[in-house]
């Protein structure tokens, strides 16, 4: 869709810039079954790994009983300043719900997924489903991250079609 506005080439820079948050999110489901098995495959993942690792895992009250982490300050910042900021381009902030959206896919998956360990995760059938789980949060992600990346470079609006209409009501105020 192109009916809500023009964008740039700035614009279309920021809008992918935006997600990095989710693909550093979901490539941490990569670690313990699928860079494993194929090696290669973590190599465009190394800046993300970096990021989430690094960067939005690093606590900013450390010992508390809720660790607050720079990432969890992060998503905030996005969603207050490019979100709900009307003052942007409603495609940056398309993009910028949409981004958000998927990074609480990712971590609606893990959530499910530690669930899962903590119920389910003594027997042995147990380590197909976990594989699987954590292959398809990081594959989900990572081709919704590439189609709205691809889409945001071409100017137009990635329709993921639930995420899509909650971004585009999100950024409705």
């Given at each position: 869709m192109?009916?809500?506005?023009r964008s740039g080439a700035l614009d279309r820079f920021y809008s992918c810039l935006l997600?990095?948050?989710?693909?550093?999110?979901?490539?941490?489901?990569?670690l313990e079954h699928l860079f494993r098995q194929i090696p290669a495959l973590i190599i465009p993942y190394l800046p993300f790994l970096w990021i989430e690792l690094n960067i939005m895992r690093f606590p900013l009250i450390p010992g508390?009983?809720?660790?607050?982490?720079?990432g969890f300050v992060v998503f905030f910042v996005i969603f207050a300043?490019?979100?709900?900021?009307?003052?942007?381009?409603?495609?940056i902030r398309f993009n910028g719900g949409q981004a958000l959206l998927i990074e609480i896919a990712a971590i609606l998956?893990?959530?499910?997924?530690?669930?899962?360990?903590?119920?389910?995760g003594v027997f042995p059938f147990f380590g197909f489903?976990?594989?699987?789980?954590?292959?398809m949060i990081l594959i989900g992600a990572t081709a919704a991250v590439v189609y709205a990346i691809v889409q945001a470079i071409r100017g137009r609006y990635g329709e993921i079609p639930i995420i899509s209409d909650a971004a585009y009501y999100l950024t409705r105020v």
């Open positions: 192109t009916w809500r506005g997600y990095i948050l989710p693909l550093a999110t979901a490539s941490v489901f990569g508390s009983l809720f660790p607050l982490t720079l300043t490019v979100v709900r900021n009307q003052r942007l381009l409603h495609f998956g893990g959530l499910l997924l530690g669930l899962l360990r903590a119920t389910i489903i976990d594989q699987t789980i954590s292959s």
